[in-house]
């Protein structure tokens, strides 16, 4: 019983550190990708060269 | 090529072929897409042997138990962070070398990835330390060291936001960011040179304390890292130099007003020319 509950609570925390890591990242990169399209259709056509 | 009635960008000379033309409105191009796709295919497989197929360590030295998956992201991240400030002091080098607007461009980028990674670092070794040693902050030398690490990064982005001049901002951005990263090495060997909580090295030692499946996740949850932080700098250097084009663009349409100030009756057009 008290293995049970020991290992329940890790996996708390191991959710909790990759429910961190994974939410971090993905408003990390939805908030790349809005703001590229939001300053991206502002640059003038002829300045819109990326490589 | 891709076209919209309003932007016709995909007809446009300088706007890439192949795999590198850019997304009418965006950052993203053919290219970065396809890799951004091959980049989430690997974050679900990394997941998947990360949480389901690995299993829990009972016999290493150290005997995390099912506390090791978060080893699997805590280090992985860590490496990322050290990646992209190795990437942010090289390109400010080679800015004060070379004073070509691409390696500041190329600096900032990494930089911002960097702050987001050095916190998540931070965070999921703060997770781990609660359960491993019983408190969410301890003022150990690697914990210490990486916190001054953020502390730095985030000062190194307050001072380029705090520089209206492009040249100065970005000269000065350089400067801070080769000294901060100084403190790179400190974080790394802060372990061993300095006694503290925090354990040693895991895999970059000749034997590494885990094997099999375990050290297969945390070796490829290093190697996902460094590919995400790849697609985070395609997409972050493009977002700064679309940024650098606009702040050009409204520097020369100053500079024309100005002009258009000094002569008498001089107007400006909405498109920046004097008539």
């Known amino acids: 019983m008290t293995t049970l509950v020991l290992a329940q609570n890790e996996w708390a925390y191991v959710a909790g550190g990759y429910g961190v890591t994974v939410g971090a990242l993905l408003l990390f990169t939805i908030s790349t990708i809005v703001k590229g399209r939001r300053i991206g259709r502002q640059v003038p ?7 | ?33 396809i890799y951004g796709i091959l980049v989430l295919v690997g974050v679900i497989v990394f997941l998947a042997v ?12 150290n005997r995390m138990g099912d506390m090791i998956r978060i080893m699997y992201v805590h280090v992985p991240v860590a490496v990322a962070c050290y990646t992209a400030f190795l990437v942010t002091a090289v390109s400010s080098i080679a800015y004060l070398w070379k004073r070509t607007e691409g390696w500041d461009l190329l600096a900032v980028a990494s930089a911002e990835i960097g702050v987001v990674f050095t916190a998540l670092t931070l965070a999921t070794g703060s997770i781990w330390g609660h359960i491993a040693w019983g408190t969410w902050w301890e ?19 307050a001072l380029r936001g705090s520089i209206a001049d492009p040249t100065v ?6 400067v801070l960011g080769i000294v901060a990263f100084l403190n790179v090495p400190i974080v790394h060997f802060s372990v061993t040179w300095w006694r503290g909580l925090h354990q040693d090295a895991t895999v970059s030692r000749l034997d590494p304390t885990i094997d099999g499946l375990k ?49 008498s009756g001089g107007t400006i057009t909405p498109e920046g020319s004097i008539t």
């Open chain 1, 45 to 51: 056509v002829e300045e819109r060269r990326w490589l």
């Open chain 2, 1 to 33: 090529m891709t076209s919209t009635p309003t932007d016709p960008v995909g007809t446009h000379p300088t706007a890439g072929s192949g795999l590198f033309r850019m997304h009418p409105d965006g950052t993203a191009s053919r290219g970065s897409r």
């Open chain 2, 50 to 61: 990360a949480l389901l197929f690995s299993p829990a360590d009972t016999g290493s030295e």
């Open chain 2, 139 to 157: 003022w150990d030398a690697r914990l210490t060291s990486t916190l001054v690490l953020l502390l730095l990064y985030l000062g190194y982005l």
């Open chain 2, 169 to 174: 901002r970005a000269r000065r951005a350089a």
């Open chain 2, 215 to 263: 050290l297969f996740a945390l070796v490829f949850g290093m190697v996902l890292s460094v590919a995400l932080f790849v697609w985070f700098m395609i997409h972050r250097f493009r977002l700064h130099y679309a940024a650098a084009r606009l702040e050009a663009v409204g520097f020369d349409r100053a500079l024309a007003e100005r002009r258009a100030e000094g002569r």
